[in-house]
Structure formats: C-alpha cells, structure tokens
C-alpha cells in the first residue's frame, strides 16, 4: 500500500508564516520578501514529507489566508468592489480576506465561517453580475513546479467545482446553473496546463458531498463531472471527501470515470458500511482516511490494520490516508520540550502523522506484521489503563436530574425584573468582552510565565491595565463594561489552566483563520475546577466604577469544541464534567457582586452534525443543556449572556433561544445581518446583540455605516430588546482601531437611540 495525506499545515513549526505575513501588513516586509519566505517554508514541509517516505505528497495545500479563496481569485471569482480598488493581485487577495480602508477606497471583508465541524474559518467567495469566471491565476502551477525543482513529485490540491459553488455566495441576479458552465471552461484549462506540465496525479477537494444531497444536488453534481471530465488527458483524478460519509451519492459516484476517490472512514459512519453493501470499482483506487487528521492522539495500529484488512476484501488498491488535511493538527511535538514522554507517547502531530503513514506501510508489507518492530511499541502504548477516573466528577454526572437543566423564574418574569433591576437606556451599548492585547501585556505575561515576575507584580500590572481600560469605557460612553481580559492568554487555554483533566503544550499552535493561530489545550482525564478562575479580576474591575461591568467566561462546549477531546469517553460526559466546572465559577461570580455574566459560546454550532438528520439526537438534544446547567443556579436579577460567532445560525434559532441565556450577541456584520430575519421569523424571545462590525478587519466603522447597520436591525427587531455592540473580542486588533471604531458605535447607537 502507498500513502498520502490530503494537506499539511502551513503556519510552520514556529508560526513563520503568521510573522511574516504580520510584517507584510505592517509594512515592514515587501512583497517580495514575503514571497520568498513562503517559498522557504513549502521547501521545509516538501522535504519533510519526502523524507517521511510519503509516496503523494500535495501542493497548493498552502495559503496565505484561505484556500477557498486561493481558489476563488484562481478563476478570477472577484467581486467588482474589489478589483475596482486597482491594486496588486496579492492587496486584492488580502483586501477580500480582510477589508481594504486607504487612497483606492474602503471595502469590508468577504463574510467568514466555519469551515464544516471544524474550528477553522474560510472566506466566502461573492459572485456578482460582473464577475467573469476564467482562469487567471498561476499559483497551482508555479507551486507544482516549484516542488518538481526541488526534486519532489506533488499532487496539485484545488477545491472542486462544485464545493466551490456550493460554498460561494451569489450577491445579485446570477446563479449556479448561470456561471457553471464558465467556471467548467475555467477548470479545464487548468487541467490541461497540469497535464501539459507532466503532472500525474490533481486532487479535487469535494467536501460537500458528505452533507444531505437532494436530486437536485446529485444531478448538479454529476453534470459537472461529466462535462468536466469529457476530454481524456493523461493526468490521474482523485475526487476527495472528509468530514462524513458520501451515502447519498456513493453508489453513483464510484461508477465515474476518475481515478480515485477519497473517503473519510474514521468521520464517515457509513463508509465501511457502504463499502460492504455497494463494493468498490475494479478500475479505482481508494484512498482510505484512516489517520485522524483532526485530534492529536496517537493511532491505535491493530485497530487501523484490522479496518484496512475489511477495506481490502472490497477493494485491492488501496492508499492510506489522512481522514482530512493535517491542517487541524499542531506542526510537531519535537518542540514540546517541557511535555513529559509518559504523555507524548499518546500523541502524534502532523510530522508523527507522516511516521504513523510509514509505519503502518511498513507493517503491513511485511512478512509477519505482528511481529513487526513498529507493530509491537504501538501495542504497548494501548495495554495500560491512560487515566484514573475522578470519583467526585462521576458522582456528580449520576446524581443530575431534570432540575439541574432549568432556570427559573422563566424568561418573560426574568425579563421584567432585571428591566427594573438595570435601568438601561435603550440600545445599551457593550463589547463582546476582550480588549488588545498590546505588546506590554504580552511581556509582562510571558515574563511571569518564565519566573522573572513575581504573581504580586504580575498581578497589580494586571489591574493597572484594567484601570486604563474602564476609564477608557467610561470615556467613550459605553452602557455595560468589560475588564479587558488582560490575564488571558487564550479564551479556552487560560480556562483550562484553572481546571483539572488538561494539558497544556508550549508550540502546538494551529490555524484558525488567515494569520490567527491557537494552541488547544488537550483533555486529558476527568475535569473539575481547581481554584476560582476570573473572580478577582472582575470583582476589582466592578471596585473602581459605577457602571455595570460583565463577568467573562467560556462556555463549556466551547471549551470542549476547542480543545483536543479525549476519545475514550463521550463529548457528552466531557461537556457536563466542564459544565459543573464553570458553574461553580458562574455563582461564585454572583456572590462577588457581579450581576452581568457572559458565558461565550462561539462553538457551540462547530461540532453539529452535518447532516440534518442527526442533529438532536447526536448533538443538540445534550449541548442546549449543557449550557443550560452552568447558569440555571443564579437568580433571577441576575443577567446572563452569551456570545456565538461566525457559523451559520439561522437554521438552528429555536435551539439558541432554548439555551435560556437573557442577552445573546451574534456576529452579523460580515454576513450582511441576514440572522437578523431569522430571529425575527423565530419569534426570538431572548435579548439580542447582533454585531454592528466586524473586528476582523483592520478598517473603522463609519457612524453612518453603524446607523444603517441598526436601523436595519430595527425594523426586524423590538427597541426594547436590541443591544449594540461589535461582532467579536477586540484581543486581536489595536487601540488605534479599536478606539475610534467604539467612539463610533457609540454615538451611532445614541443617535439612534434620540430618535427613538
């Protein structure tokens, strides 16, 4: 058997594409320079792929913002406000990933989401009336040639045509049927140029066909590859699919005339199934997803050599796969130096994922794969019991009963007693919680981190920099207060370190959109809370004002959603063991006096099942009470919020409102407030903050721009039940944008407010 994986992680081991990149926006690299420097990481991660014996290895898997987008300006998918900026190819490129506000014009950024159930965001290509669909990138091309001067044959990635369509977002009278047979034109010269180049295997990344097909999707689907693939070339088609299981179009899709197909076995529930009950064509090669691509846990090789051994009985030609991209794992563990080697043994990042390829090669071609080296030091790993459960934690899960999910008073009599309790005005304005993180916070975090600070000193820097920012809140106007978040490191990873059950890595830094990484921390055994995690800064931040200020914390299936899960137990079970977690830090917040929480929840749609069908009964039906477990202890004057960011929500509305949270804010701004009908249609009975702009990118909110924004909002929305406030935490941007953006959302949302 070979081996493949379907795309390697692009940030490098120490985040060089996120500081070039940083210093390309700054101004303090050319283009050029920044060039060069992705040129000088594809070489690094080419030749460690090479060296690992991978026999596919993928090019054009690397991006500077968004491969979706890399795709979009491939075939010239650019939005006229956009290319009437009259910039450079790669300022256009960024100007659609990130707003553009200078001399060419001000344009916002193309909407991001999430990327199907994973915890990376992509950019939403817009095709309006004058977009002209052809091929008119070379990236694809420059990058396979690239490799092959280095020595190292690749498979060119690019998204499919019909994900691509699926995903793309039509702003005016234009449709799919009326650019599909442009953008078919527009991939085949692309193919043919491949195949003139001598290239001999493309994989088309169809992920969309893992979600619920109808008819009318399958017959889509089907009339793009038939037309696309009506002219012979001697390049190989690999048609790949990951996140779920293709059963809707499996039967029909292995009678077609391509080379390979991909399917994912470890998050497709049916593909061993479909496999079993349709066979696999005779002329086809499958590539088998059978190494998790997105969780860091070391495979369990029995169990994968006994699933390739049932793939096998359908189908001889088989290669090992990754279940997805390496994109969602960490780059090594060679620089987890402080990690002890009783846990790294249990892991295997993107470089480990290449070995685990190798070694599963290896045993399975030899002679006697039991008595293999390689085959008998897994083993090992798997013998002994990880964990020692926590009695108290299981406790407490069996004695829950239906009283621990309800609040009560209900939300209307809630309602009306924190109207009376608050006394705001109407439009009360807030922010979603965190502030920048400029460069003297970081160093005084890190100098503690290292021991050169005592807690003492970190601490009272700490409050020093919350001093500044309630008196900046005070003077820009705003209604509800934050502390700044100044402590925090990460809105899941600080979390984390005050509970037990994680585990924490130094470099393990993964991608969540354009230059934006994280580092999960890993759940490691049973959780509960070791010490209280936000209370002494909130409590001080409530001390040295008047103003209402906000207790900030993280929901738990946002916690769980952001972290690397265990496997061995249900999310289920780790969701509410966090749950308990956070409620005890909820009520010992409400004892200290602070009467407003925001328990975030930015994730909670990431990990939905993608299909319909499964959406209550393997999710919802647990996740909605979850939530409601962390605050249905607090009374009734006591005010609960949360936060949900950029997936798409319209369709899940009842479900949000049966979290039972008082205010919920959302973002909206970099999907044109289109969740605001949605609310509306639902009858939403929870107080609302939809996003008035978007902190992603870098431009200002003008006050016109944000009084549109809310006039929108109010013509769908009761007055009484609007909150203003921007679309995400501010941790990312600089006060020089930040400020005058919240000067203006101010005074928009008094104008406003005036006139009401």
């Known amino acids: 058997m070979k081996t ?36 000088n990481l594809r070489k690094i991660h080419w030749q460690t792929q090479k060296d690992s014996g991978l026999d596919f290895i993928p090019s054009n898997d690397f991006s500077f913002y968004d491969l979706l987008l890399d795709t979009a300006a491939l075939f010239n998918i650019i939005p006229q406000q956009y290319s009437d900026l009259g910039l450079s190819d790669l300022e ?24 199907f159930n994973t915890n990376y965001h992509y950019l939403v290509p817009e095709i309006d009336d004058n977009v002209e669909i052809k091929l008119v990138g070379t990236k694809p091309l420059d990058e396979y040639k690239e490799a092959k001067n280095l020595g190292i044959e690749t498979k060119p990635v690019v998204i499919g045509p019909y994900t691509l369509l699926k995903l793309t977002r039509f702003t005016e009278n234009k449709k799919s049927a009326d650019v599909v047979k442009d953008l078919l034109t527009a991939y085949q010269t692309f193919i043919d140029k491949l195949d003139s180049l001598g290239v001999s295997w493309i994989q088309l990344d169809e992920p969309a066909l893992i979600f619920d097909l109808t008819d009318e999707d399958k017959n889509f689907f089907f009339e793009i590859y038939k ?13 790949q699919t990951y996140f779920g299981d293709i059963r809707d179009i499996y039967k029909e899709l292995i009678e077609l005339p391509i080379d390979a197909i991909g399917l994912d076995f470890l998050e497709g529930k049916k593909s061993l199934e479909l496999l079993q009950k349709y066979g696999f064509a005779s002329d086809k090669i499958l590539f088998a997803g059978v190494i998790n691509g997105k969780n860091i846990w070391k495979n369990n090789y029995k169990n994968t050599i006994e699933l390739l051994k049932e793939i096998s009985k359908y189908t001889e030609d088989i290669v090992i796969n990754t279940s997805c991209s390496l994109l969602h794992v960490p780059y090594t563990l060679k620089n987890e130096k402080h990690l002890d080697a009783e846990y790294k043994k249990h892991f295997a990042f993107a470089e480990e994922k290449l070995e685990e390829l190798s070694d599963l090669k290896a045993i399975i071609s030899s002679s006697d794969p039991i008595s293999h080296i390689k085959y008998k030091e897994n083993i090992d790993i798997f013998k002994s019991v990880r964990i020692t459960p926590n009695v108290d934690v299981q406790s407490k899960l069996k004695k829950l009963t239906d009283k621990d999910f309800t609040r009560l008073p209900v939300f209307a009599e809630r309602e009306k007693i924190q109207k009376e309790e608050f006394k705001f005005p109407l439009l009360p304005t807030t922010t979603i919680g965190s502030f920048p993180q400029t460069d003297d916070v970081r160093i005084n975090r890190a100098a503690f981190r290292k021991g050169e600070l005592t807690e003492t000193a970190y601490k009272n820097f700490n409050k020093e920099k919350i001093a500044e920012c309630i008196a900046l809140q005070e003077n820009i106007g705003l209604d509800v207060l934050v502390h700044g978040e100044f402590e925090r490191n990460d809105m899941v990873e600080y979390f984390g370190e005050c509970l037990d059950g994680f585990l924490f890595t130094e470099k393990a830094w993964v991608i969540s959109y354009g230059t934006r990484g994280v580092k999960p921390p890993i759940i490691w055994g049973d959780i509960s809370r070791l010490k209280p995690i936000t209370v002494e800064y909130s409590v001080y931040a409530q001390s040295i004002t008047k103003q209402t200020v906000k207790g900030m914390l993280t929901g738990p299936i946002t916690i769980l959603n952001w972290s690397f899960p265990r496997e061995d137990i249900p999310f289920k079970e780790s969701s509410l063991q966090i749950a308990f977690a956070i409620r005890e830090e909820v009520l010992d917040l409400e004892a200290n006096g602070i009467r407003i929480i925001q328990i975030d929840e930015p994730a909670l749609r990431e990990k939905l099942p993608l299909r ?77 903050g939809p996003g008035v702009y978007d902190i992603h990118s870098p431009r200002v909110p003008s006050i016109t ?28 941007r600089d006060n020089k944008e930040t400020i005058p953006s919240l000067e203006n959302l101010v005074k928009a949302a008094k104008n406003i407010r005036d006139n009401l």
Request: hydrophobic share 40%.
């Open 4 to 39: 493949s994986i379907i795309g390697y992680p692009r940030l490098g081991a120490q985040r060089e594409l996120k500081f070039a990149t940083e210093k390309y926006f700054r101004g303090k690299l050319t283009e050029g320079e920044l060039l060069q420097s992705a040129a």
């Open 92 to 115: 256009t490129y960024f100007a659609m990933a990130r707003g553009y506000q200078g001399k060419a014009g001000d344009v916002k950024a193309l909407a991001m989401k999430k990327w």
């Open 227 to 239: 037309s696309l693939l009506t002219k012979k070339t001697n390049l190989k088609v690999l048609i």
């Open 612 to 688: 319909k069908t499964d959406w209550h009964s393997e999710y919802l039906d647990w996740a909605v009470p979850t939530f409601r477990l962390v605050h249905s202890g607090v009374k009734p004057k006591t005010q609960i919020h949360t936060h949900m960011c950029y997936s798409e929500f319209n369709d899940i509305i009842p479900d949000i409102d049966a979290m039972d949270a008082d205010v919920i804010s959302f973002e909206a701004s970099r999907s044109d407030l289109t969740i605001i009908g949605a609310l509306q249609a639902a009858g939403f009975k929870t107080e609302v």
């Open 705 to 732: 721009e944000i009084k549109t924004a809310l006039s929108k909002m109010l013509e769908k929305l009761p007055k009484e039940k609007l909150w203003v406030n921007p679309d995400c935490g501010l941790k990312t």
